[in-house]
């Protein structure tokens, strides 16, 4: 199928009531999630995954989609408002957009800020749509060998989303895989960790385990401080910027898009990285760099154009090899293999209505988010002053609520209290979570590749070097692995000699 019916097919499905609905509620909670600091796009897709399980697959999926580019756009109202920025990828645009909320120019700053992402996030899709079916050709060619390879991979590439200590990173796939052994084998259904335990003999539910690593971690976090909102007192006018606002904007908004697209597909990319490094670029590149951080437009455009664009990078080796670059995606990765659906070269033969209609309702909720964002922004000022006491209480009641009601065991509480506070622990530890995440979701399906694969080949594990994908997917693997150990070794070193 080639990308234009494949786009057409995806339009066909999403274009209906059902899914549009999905597709503005999942855009109206982004940009909520988004406007709202201290709760961000991971802690809500936690929450509402347990919403998705009773929903056709196309739907669930493309509200999650929604929920994460929708806090993309959210994060920046803050940001330039009140200089609190709603998500961690809009802390760079407030550094001008707050100086232009300052100098009587919200209303600028707030609609290139909108219609930047817009344009981004267009391009990004276009892109997207093109690049993912390249990989299609080698679909038919992926068995047990590849899929270990290829997820051997991720696993490792998932370190390079760590910020801090490498040995953390590390620490954190090896328990992920201890957590996702408990429970019955993959493979001869023997029972593994349960200590004679019925609820344990499935494991830990996954969605429990999410709610309380991101939903459940963050309300203590954030109990530790009294947040108190801050009354906007800047007046907001003139959405629409002026003619020498987009002179000043469009180079920056390409720009921005393309460095967000490259740092989405790549591991340990993502959003936050994207904004930071087209921030940096615009800086570096502008005749007069000193007028950033005094309310420069550039600013605003160049980060905001790169994070929205990140969005849809990341999708592509989420969606084409089933690999997650970044944490939100890892917990994407989550949704669609609870819904029955294992991402990758498959997909596009096995699932395209899912690989297209999750396509197109992107297309579709960058359209909605551009409408709602310009338009609402009033209301979404006004949630700002809603008080921490009575947030805080009403997202633990929804978690509690959303790990129940997927089995109806009051166990799977427990489970999210117990990773609610593992996580607050993880956390001030600086420990990061996304690598854990990950491990748990790809340790079952990483087991049995592996497994399979050995018993398939006469001669062990020779069928991976004898696998041309499998053997290069482990190639670099190594080659990463050899790469951190020379990183941490001059780290050390670096150390020692200081």
């Given at each position: ?11 066909s499905?999403i ?9 503005l509620i ?17 802690a ?6 347990p ?10 999926i493309?509200?999650?989609a ?12 803050t940001?330039?408002l009140i200089?609190i920025p709603?998500?961690?990828a ?5 550094l ?9 120019r919200a209303?600028?700053a707030?609609g ?5 992402s ?15 079916p390249?990989l299609?050709?080698?679909?038919l ?10 997820m051997m991979?991720?696993?490792?590439s ?7 200590s490498?040995?953390k990173?590390?620490?954190m ?9 408990i429970?019955?084998?993959v493979?001869?259904g ?16 996954l ?6 690593l991101f ?6 976090l954030n109990?530790?401080?009294v ?19 987009w002179r000043?904007s ?25 904004s930071?490094?087209s921030?940096a ?9 000193e007028r950033f ?5 550039e600013?605003?455009a160049?980060p905001?154009s790169?994070n929205n664009?990140?969005v ?15 944490a939100?995606t890892?917990?994407l990765?989550g949704?669609f293999?609870?819904?029955?659906v294992?991402p ?8 395209p ?8 309702s ?6 909605i988010?551009?409408?709602l964002?310009?338009p609402?922004?009033g209301?979404?000022v ?12 009403l997202v633990?009641l929804?978690?509690?609520?959303g790990?129940?009601?997927?089995n ?15 996580g ?11 690598p854990?995440?990950?491990a ?10 592996l497994?399979?694969?050995l ?7 020779m069928?991976?070097?004898r ?8 190639g670099?693997?190594?080659a990463?692995?050899?790469m ?10 670096g150390?020692t000699?200081?």
């Amino acid at each position: 199928m080639g990308t234009i019916d494949g786009l057409a097919q995806g339009f066909s499905i999403i274009l209906t009531w059902q899914n549009l609905y999905f597709c503005l509620i999942g855009s109206l909670v982004g940009t909520l999630i988004g406007v709202l600091p201290g709760i961000g796009p991971l802690a809500a897709l936690s929450l509402l995954l347990p919403i998705t399980f009773q929903m056709p697959a196309v739907a669930g999926i493309a509200m999650l989609a929604a929920i994460f580019y929708g806090a993309m756009y959210g994060g920046s109202t803050t940001a330039v408002l009140i200089n609190i920025p709603g998500e961690a990828a809009s802390v760079v645009t407030s550094l001008d957009g707050y100086r232009m909320a300052q100098n009587g120019r919200a209303g600028a700053a707030l609609g290139m800020a909108a219609l930047g992402s817009f344009i981004a996030g267009t391009i990004s899709l276009v892109a997207l749509s093109f690049f993912s079916p390249l990989l299609t050709s080698v679909a038919l060619r992926f068995g047990p060998a590849e899929n270990f390879g290829i997820m051997m991979l991720g696993l490792v590439s998932t370190i390079f989303m760590v910020q801090g200590s490498t040995v953390k990173g590390v620490q954190m796939i090896a328990l992920g895989l201890l957590v996702s052994c408990i429970g019955m084998d993959v493979v001869d259904g023997q029972e593994r960790f349960t200590f004679g335990s019925v609820d344990l003999t499935n494991g830990f539910d996954l969605t429990a385990i999410v709610i309380g690593l991101f939903g459940v971690s963050e309300i203590l976090l954030n109990m530790e401080q009294v947040a108190t909102g801050e009354r906007v007192k800047t007046s907001i006018r003139g959405l629409w910027p002026t003619v020498q606002d987009w002179r000043d904007s469009w180079l920056p908004i390409l720009r921005g898009t393309g460095i967000g697209f490259v740092f989405g597909v790549l591991p340990g990319g993502g959003p936050v990285t994207a904004s930071f490094v087209s921030y940096a670029a615009e800086k570096r590149i502008a005749r007069q760099p000193e007028r950033f951080g005094k309310g420069a437009i550039e600013g605003v455009a160049g980060p905001e154009s790169a994070n929205n664009a990140a969005v849809a990078g990341s999708m592509i080796p989420l969606l084409s090899l089933g690999l997650p670059s970044n944490a939100v995606t890892a917990l994407l990765l989550g949704a669609f293999i609870i819904q029955g659906v294992q991402p990758g070269p498959m997909m596009m033969v096995q699932r395209p209505d899912l690989f297209w209609g999750v396509i197109a309702s992107m297309y579709v909720g960058n359209v909605i988010l551009l409408v709602l964002n310009l338009p609402l922004v009033g209301l979404w000022v006004q949630l700002l002053r809603v008080p921490y006491t009575i947030l805080f209480p009403l997202v633990l009641l929804l978690s509690v609520v959303g790990a129940y009601s997927v089995n109806g065991n009051s166990f799977d509480i427990w489970v999210m209290i117990g990773f609610g506070v593992v996580g607050y622990i993880l956390k001030k530890n600086d420990y990061e979570l996304s690598p854990f995440v990950l491990a748990v979701v790809l340790g079952p399906l990483l087991e049995q590749s592996l497994r399979q694969s050995l018993i398939m080949s006469p001669d062990g594990a020779m069928i991976f070097a004898r696998s041309p994908i499998a053997a290069t997917a482990l190639g670099v693997t190594a080659a990463l692995v050899g790469m951190l150990l020379v990183k941490e070794h001059n780290s050390r070193r670096g150390e020692t000699l200081t």
